[in-house]
């Protein structure tokens, strides 16, 4: 008969108790699965002032369209408000709850959405108050929050050119 090496069989020896003692632990604890957590969606301002920049650009749109040799201004400051969107589009894409809600497609506008404004006065009136709102944000934003530094400018030189724009707009 052949003898079985001492190193064999001590490790084969551990190998069965080491077996035996996770098949243990594995029927004697519970495996408590990590759930994946959404991000948060991005701040409301900005998710507010990007729908008001949609409406301000529809209205533009429907005064340019009714009104092809309307003033000639409108369309330098259209093409301001369409800016305006692609740097607020920009700034959301810093969030990955928004990023998140593009790629999955479950972004909608929201019902409160304003009406897009039908004329100058329309038009003056919505920037004017989409400027006080964008002001009123950048007042209100916390220092502490991650984008604050990239955020706050975006937001008061969005705000600041829409109080002169309802200025333009206002002139007879």
Do not use: F
């Amino acid at each position: 008969m052949a003898e079985i090496p001492r190193r064999a069989l001590l490790s084969g020896t551990l190998l069965v108790t080491g077996a035996g003692l996770g098949a243990l632990l594995g029927l004697t604890r519970t495996v408590h699965h990590k759930r994946a957590v959404p991000p948060p969606a991005p701040p409301a301002a900005l998710t507010t002032a990007l729908q008001h920049q949609r409406s301000l650009q529809d209205g533009y749109d429907r005064l340019s369209a009714a009104n092809p040799s309307g003033p000639a201004y409108l369309a330098g400051l259209r093409s301001d408000v369409h800016a305006h969107g692609d740097a607020l589009r920009a700034l959301l894409e810093r969030y990955p709850g928004w990023r998140l809600s593009q790629a999955a497609g479950t972004a909608q506008p929201s019902p409160s959405s304003p009406a897009a404004p039908s004329s100058l006065a329309a038009l003056a009136s919505a920037s004017r108050s989409t400027s006080a709102a964008l002001t009123s944000a950048c007042r209100g934003w916390p220092a502490g929050e991650p984008n604050a530094a990239q955020v706050l400018p975006v937001l008061g030189s969005i705000a600041a050119a829409l109080s002169t724009h309802a200025l333009v707009l206002a002139q007879p």
